[in-house]
């Protein structure tokens, strides 16, 4: 009986998780978590400076902290807790970007989970009514917020990569589709040899010139807005490839790769950086952003299903190199 109890609590708890997905997107919306940097307050206080009805808001709270995000005290007066911290804008690893968009356009994609499995379609198309990509062209605003969410989910997996895999043998490392630079940034900082090339949409580039002034590599990197279908940049010796693959499905993916392999000089090293899924029945994080990717038109892979995609852009890999993190390195070279 306490078994069945238990059972069909955690299976409650699942249902729940859109609620929880919610919750936190309210909070991030509103940057409750930066009005409580300073310390604990009513949610009359609250709702005074987000303009929002201080009974609703009030509930929302409770019930985020009912999960140990925020903490109420017997005066009513809401504070910051370890997971409600990772809410605030301007900490390192600050999730409240990834909050604002797994709330709003990823939560709406979700909703269309069921047409991309009856139909096989992006279920972000149908309710945006155009591909992922030129949805973050068309709403720069929201494109913005992507770029952070994205350091939000991965920028954990920066410095496994680079205790993984050394950079320091090359002369330059381009990262395509490198987001806001920040991991550039990494590689540049950790081999103060190497020299960088960021390339991304040309809107994302110029946003990242601002991200990275200041953090004393801007002198080696070099930052190219372009579309990597049409081009990316030539002669380096190593191409960085992270979380762009599964953006995609084979034939983007291999024309993608293709592109990077005419681009790079004799020798040089494609790597590919994405959770590798697991077979049976593991349970992997790779599983469910796989998921996410079904509705964006991409894919999470198997090193198996990377393998033949690699050799369908005339690729051989030749390592896939375990990182500390989620992801896997997955290097490869021209084939003979
Ligand atoms: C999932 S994000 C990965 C960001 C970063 N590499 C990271 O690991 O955090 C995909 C990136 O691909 C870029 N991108 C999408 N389409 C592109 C294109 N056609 N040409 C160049 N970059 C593109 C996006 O702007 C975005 O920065």
Redesign the pocket.
Known sequence: MKDEHSSMEFFRQMFGGSWITQGIWVAAELGIADLLADGSRTSDELAKKTNTSSAALYRVLRALASVGIFAEDEQRRFSLTPLAELLQTDIPGSQRSLAIMMGGEFYAAWGELLHSVRTGEPGFQKRFGVPF?HY?TENPER?GV??AA??G???G?TEPMLDAYDFSAFRTVV??????G??LAAVLKRHPAVQGIL???PA?ADRARYTISGMGVSDRMRIEG????SSVPAGADVY?????I??WEDPEAVAILRQCREAAAPGGRILV?ETVLPPGNEPSFGKWLDLMMLLVAGRERTKEEYSRLFSAAGLEMTRVIPTASEVSIIEGVRAT
């Not at 990262?175 to 806001?180: A, F, H, L, S, V």
């Open positions: 990509f973050m494109h992507y770029d994205m350091t989910v991965h920028g997996e990262d395509i589709g490198g987001g806001n920040l991991v390339f991304d949409l994302v372009g579309d990597f279908f960085v490839l992270r979380h762009i599964h953006d950086v």
